[in-house]
């Protein structure tokens, strides 16, 4: 069974750092890219940022770009969001998810998300 | 960046009866070569994850009941939902990934029964 789990979620003050953490489980890690995605408190679907099967291509939505990076560990099986200069607009719950890519790049699985909370 | 609109924001639907959910891409999805629209249909109930429906905007995921189909080509899709059931209230979103980045959703159409 896939499982997709984050953590890292927290209340944090604007400026602040975060890193966001997902355990991905019951799949060959290496073979998928992995996405994170947001929701805002009553609000729709924001895609943020994409990494490639070994890493060496990353893409950022330009809401976040220069802000955020993201990484994967294959060896561990876990995907990463760094967050620096985190602004209240951010605050949202925080989805990491799989896919294929290009015409496979719609998304199967879902973690159950982590909430960041970016208030003073 | 391709713009996503679904149409109505809303819907209140009896139960038994027929919802369609409207999307609409500022641009084309469809990939020639292939003959696929690179667009995705999705389900969220409250406080869970997106729950995903309809890919290259007719192929129904696996488990997902034959009361779900969706249509369309180009610009112009629809999710419908033959009969509704209790079940089926929630928020439903339409994706596009065939110019990414950005991927982009639909702002989303809440549906409710009647």
């Known amino acids: 069974e896939v499982q997709l789990v984050e953590s890292g979620g927290n209340l944090v003050q604007p400026g602040g750092s975060l890193r966001l953490s997902c355990a991905a489980s019951g799949f060959t890690f290496t073979n998928y890219w992995m996405h994170w995605l947001r929701q805002a408190p009553g609000k729709g679907l924001e895609w943020v940022s994409r990494i490639n099967t070994d890493g060496t291509s990353t893409t950022y939505a330009d809401s976040v770009k220069g802000r955020f990076t993201i990484s994967r560990d294959n060896a561990k099986n876990t995907l990463y969001l760094q967050m620096n200069s985190l602004r209240v607009e951010d605050t949202a719950v925080y989805y990491c998810?799989?896919?294929?890519?290009?015409?496979?790049?719609?998304?199967?699985?879902w973690g159950q998300g982590t909430l960041v909370t970016v208030s003073s | 960046d391709i713009v996503m609109t679904q149409s109505p924001d809303s819907l209140a639907v009896s139960l038994g009866e027929r919802a369609t959910i409207n999307c609409k891409s500022s641009?084309?999805?469809?990939?020639?070569?292939?003959?696929?629209?690179?667009l995705a249909w999705y389900q969220q109930k409250p406080g869970q994850p997106p729950k995903l429906l309809i890919y290259?905007?007719?192929t129904r995921e696996s488990g997902v009941p034959d009361r779900f189909s969706g249509s369309g080509s180009g610009t112009d899709f629809t999710l419908t939902i033959s009969s509704l059931q209790a079940e089926d209230v929630a928020v439903y979103y339409c994706?596009?990934?065939?110019?990414?980045?950005?991927?982009?959703f639909g702002q989303g159409t809440r549906l409710e029964i009647k």
């Open positions: 998810t799989r896919s294929g890519s290009l015409e496979w790049l719609f998304y199967r699985h």
């Open positions: 641009q084309s999805v469809l990939y020639s070569s292939q003959n696929k629209n690179y």
């Open positions: 994706q596009q990934h065939y110019s990414t980045p950005p991927i982009t």
């Open positions: 290259w905007a007719s």
